[in-house]
């Protein structure tokens, strides 16, 4: 199988294949909804069994950079085009591989201009696979930005409710994000006088503490935003509830970790002394993460805002494991990028079909539908239990890795963050109930359930999260490989 | 004597000559614009081809590698410009022919600004330059906006070229001389004369204007919207590329020793410059006045490269002009284009464009978005030097500033660009049908954002080696 992979550019192939897919879908003709859905879906299927593929290629026991390309790029001032993926970087790419195909299944019913629609979409995606492969920060900061600003359009255009204001909401506070991000970033470069942008060098290199504490904030500040640490995380919600269904799976499911992931591998891991310094103060914002974003989801009415509201809350758990600063910690922070990326593409899913059913997403106004549409219904039971941690499913080995390592650091913190988990369970208890069982509303009498589409979207997103769930060990394994190298730096004196 | 260096130049006036003649011959007025377009391709590719090395004139005349680029970037933005007017300026053909001519007659004057290293050799090209531009921005003589714009403008331009003579003839009061290498070279000697300082101050207000920097801006919005667009675009692009050499050439070079006292304020100038011209830029309602905001800000961020002094700061700049006269000549030409069918320049009626000309909005969204610096747009490349240059010199301060200012600025990029992909076209809408020589002026526009950014890297070295020629041999 390796040698397969690398008999070409497989990283390569894996982010061009959307790209391809946008630049064909110029030339087809406006009219042919079948045709443009049907070539979105082949390039990114092609994409995803890609991913899966290079996730399994992955030699976990050699750990480190692997499947690197590099070639020189403008010289001048040091920047090549550099991928390489590690442990982390698999594991994400499956991710977006995985919400991708789904995200396109699941946008099958978009008739408004749905040329544009997917030329956007794939074109965010294109971004998304980019910056998890990037290895030189210039190119990193490119895929960023390509991967930020297609969303404006999408929420703009195709999404629902007060549109405009989130779409403009969620796209400045991102780009502010990425202002402190390039900031850092040319931080960076010059900091080490070696006139290159490539991460492996700049890895090695000891920066003096001070520039550290300086520069560790710039760079955390700009990727939390994107995390939706708090009190940045308010685009969240109204950019999420407000967004086409596909594009709240890939932002809550992969953008999200975008921003977790850059917080890690480039704040945390090039700047540790900065990072020791920081940290505790980063533990404190997400317990507000946590439990707020927990009590926030319990306060809403709307559907999508309690899902929303939830991904706060999870992404929250997973800086908590980013500022605990044990490899343990690390791992189910990785793990839990993973598990919640699924997690929050399936509810996002199931929140578009059942909308799309309803035309509602206020809570009180759906009841009993689990008679009309049973599929649907049982994917939302199992969503809710793994979001609320239940063993068996993703959620509970990612969220307790999390707690553990967290607890070693910081105990009273981990204590008040685990009772956030309380508030999920009941939260997530509470909506299904009112929506799926009970008496059945006669509005809904003649709902369809999930077609052939859905129910193979449902089921990849809902086999990864039980297969981890079962089978947890080959994932960690994977992760456990990059992590190392992270934590091993972080104890260093 | 090798008068073979100033060759472009007399092309230049040549080419001036035959339009007079074949505006008498020849009925049809366009043949004056596809003359003027033709001969100035061929000039710009045996620019590029040729490139020459020397001085004349004892160094007041010099072609050296800044020179020979900026050559190009101007004449890349007035070949550009010539697409933009041919089928869209509605001038009365008596004075068609004279359109082409001033509009030659500028880039001649900014050719020798750029070219020269000798003060009345350089002020002598900004009037020749800035003379047309008046003249070209009242050439709608029945439209009172294209009057008064082209009044204010002279009346301004006069008063900062008599700033800028004043601060001349004061640096001439106390070195002596008027050429640039002895300038530099008596700024070296100790004990320097508050005069030759004062000279600096007023040659720096004088410059602040010409590049509608902050606080010598507010002649900008009324000339830009008056103007014919196709002049607009000019003046925001071309004259703008002229300005900066000008800049390099007095501040990096000249006045380099006395950077303790000029350096602090062109940051503080930057940091004003872009950050109220994009506070500005937001309530515009007319898109003209939008784009002459933006073509503050603009400056505001090449400014932030400039600071970055040495070669890379130089090379920055160069860069960023390159960038910029396709980027916003791209941004102009979806305005021309809108204008010449609606007649309108209002930001509301450019609802729903995506759906009327899709190639318009493609490009204004492009061009928009690269002024914004979005990757992989040409308008990053040239911010992230630019920013690259600040940072070397560590002005950390400035940069998070400048990148939080290109976040400000997409605030109302975003505007625009919902009107034209959101929003609905108006009731009643027509197509919009676009001239060939417009279609052309975008399709090189847009390839030139795209190229430039995603395959930078022979340009950067190109303006990286050109730039260290300006501290010679």
């Known amino acids: 199988m390796n040698l397969f992979l690398n008999s070409f550019p497989v990283l390569t192939t894996i982010y061009m294949m959307p790209l391809l897919a946008v630049i064909l879908l110029l030339f087809i003709p406006e009219k042919n909804h079948r045709a443009i859905k049907i070539t979105s879906l082949f390039f990114t299927s092609i994409s995803f069994l890609l991913s899966i593929i290079l996730f399994f290629s992955y030699d976990f026991h050699r750990g480190g950079l692997q499947f690197i390309e590099r070639h020189n790029w403008i010289q001048a001032i040091g920047i090549n085009y550099f991928l390489a993926v590690n442990g982390i970087n698999v594991t994400l790419v499956l991710l977006t591989g995985i919400i991708i195909v789904t995200g396109v299944l699941a946008s099958w019913d978009v008739n408004v201009r749905p040329k544009e629609f997917f030329m956007l979409l794939l074109t965010l995606v294109t971004g998304v696979f980019g910056v998890f492969m990037a290895y030189n920060l210039f190119l990193f900061f490119l895929f960023y930005e390509v991967a930020v600003l297609p969303m404006y359009l999408l929420i703009g255009i195709w999404g629902t ?116 310094f920081w940290l505790p103060f980063v533990a404190l914002l997400t317990v507000v993460n946590i439990v707020y974003g927990s009590l926030g989801a319990f306060a809403q009415k709307d559907l999508k805002y309690i899902v929303a509201y939830s991904s706060v809350s999870h992404m929250g758990i997973v800086l908590l494991g980013i500022a605990s600063q044990n490899s343990l910690a690390l791992s189910g922070a990785v793990l839990q990028m993973f598990s919640h990326g699924v997690m929050t593409g399936l509810f996002f899913g199931l929140v578009g079909m059942v909308y799309g059913r309803t035309h509602t997403r206020m809570i009180n106004e759906m009841s009993g539908l689990a008679k009309k549409i049973p599929a649907l219904a049982a994917f939302f039971i199992m969503t809710g239990l793994c979001s609320l941690g239940l063993p068996g499913l993703s959620g509970f080995v990612a969220e307790i890795i999390t707690f553990i390592g967290a607890y070693r650091t910081y105990p009273v913190i981990t204590i008040i963050c685990v009772t956030g988990i309380v508030f999920t369970a009941y939260y997530v208890l509470r909506a299904l109930q009112i929506i799926f069982y009970g008496k059945l509303d006669e509005h809904y009498a003649d709902l369809k359930d999930a077609n052939k589409i859905e129910f193979t979207a449902l089921f990849i997103l809902m086999f990864f999260i039980v297969a981890i769930g079962f089978y947890p060990f080959y994932i960690m394994n994977v992760i456990n490989s990059a992590v190392g190298e992270i934590a091993q730096k972080l104890l260093m004196p | 004597m090798n008068f073979l260096l100033l060759i472009d130049e007399i092309v230049i006036a040549a080419i001036i000559l035959l339009i007079f003649l074949i505006d008498f011959i020849f009925k049809n007025k366009k043949i004056s614009g596809y003359f003027y377009i033709l001969s100035l391709i061929a000039l710009i590719i045996y620019i590029i081809l040729y490139k020459k090395s020397g001085i004349l004139l004892n160094g007041a005349f010099v072609y050296d590698g800044i020179s020979w680029f900026g050559k190009i970037i101007l004449l890349t933005g007035a070949i550009i410009t010539g697409f933009l007017s041919i089928d869209t300026v509605k001038v009365s053909n008596k004075r068609m022919g004279a359109y082409y001519i001033l509009l030659l007659s500028a880039t001649l004057g900014m050719m020798l600004l750029i070219s020269s290293k000798e003060l009345i050799t350089l002020y002598v090209g900004l009037e020749l330059a800035t003379v047309s531009l008046y003249a ?64 600096i101050i007023l040659i720096l207000i004088g410059v602040c204007f010409k590049l509608s920097a902050v606080p010598m801006h507010v002649w900008t919005p009324d000339v830009y919207q008056g103007a014919p667009t196709p002049i607009t675009a000019f003046i925001s692009t071309v004259s703008k590329t002229a300005g900066f050499i000008f800049l390099i050439r007095l501040f990096s070079y000249t006045f380099i020793k006395f950077d303790f006292l000029w350096l602090p304020v062109f940051v503080v100038i930057s940091f004003l410059t872009m950050t109220l011209g994009n506070l500005m830029a937001i309530p515009q309602k007319n898109i003209k006045r939008l784009l002459a905001y933006s073509t503050i800000s603009q400056a505001g961020y090449i400014l932030v490269g400039f600071v970055g002094v040495s070669v890379i700061g130089i090379s920055s700049v160069i860069f960023y002009l390159f960038v910029y006269t396709f980027t916003n000549l791209a941004a102009f030409a979806v305005v021309i284009g809108f204008s010449n069918v609606t007649g309108s320049d209002e930001i509301d009626d450019y609802s729903g464009l995506a759906q009327r000309e899709p190639l318009l909005a493609l490009t204004f969204l492009l061009s928009l978005l690269s002024l914004a610096g979005i990757p992989p747009l040409a308008g990053f490349v040239g911010k992230f030097y630019l920013f690259y240059a600040a940072m070397q010199k560590d002005f950390l301060i400035l940069v998070i500033l400048a990148t939080l200012n290109s976040t400000l600025s997409l605030y109302y990029y975003l505007l625009v660009l919902k009107r034209m992909y959101i929003f609905d076209p108006k009731e009643n809408f027509a197509k919009i049908k676009l001239p060939i020589s417009l279609k052309i002026a975008l399709i090189i526009t847009i390839a030139g954002i795209l190229l430039l950014g995603i395959l930078p890297g022979n340009i950067i070295d190109t303006t990286f080696n050109v730039s260290q020629e300006i501290f010679g041999r």
């Open chain 1, 161 to 276: 409710g007060d549109k405009q204001y989130s779409a403009m909401k969620l796209t400045l506070y991102l780009l502010v994000g990425s202002a402190l991000i390039l900031a850092g970033i040319l931080g960076l470069y010059f900091a080490t006088g070696l006139n290159t942008f490539d991460f492996d060098v700049l890895e090695k290199f000891k920066f003096a503490r001070n520039f550290q504490i300086i520069f560790f904030p710039i760079l955390f500040l700009g990727f939390g935003v994107l995390a939706a640490l708090w009190p940045f995380h308010t685009w969240s919600p109204d950019g999420h509830a407000s967004a086409p269904t596909a594009v709240s799976m890939l932002h809550a499911g992969v953008l999200m970790k975008l921003g977790a992931y850059g917080c890690l591998v480039i704040a945390v891991y090039l700047l540790p002394e900065g990072a020791k």
């Open chain 2, 136 to 199: 070209l921005t009242a050439i709608y003589k029945k439209d009172d906006y294209s009057l008064e714009a082209g009044i204010k403008y002279l009346i301004l331009g006069a008063l900062s070229s008599g700033i800028l003579l004043y601060g001349i003839s004061l640096i001439y009061a106390s070195t002596r001389t008027t050429y640039l290498e002895k300038i530099l070279f008596y700024s070296t000697v100790p004990g320097i004369s508050p005069v030759f300082i004062l000279g």
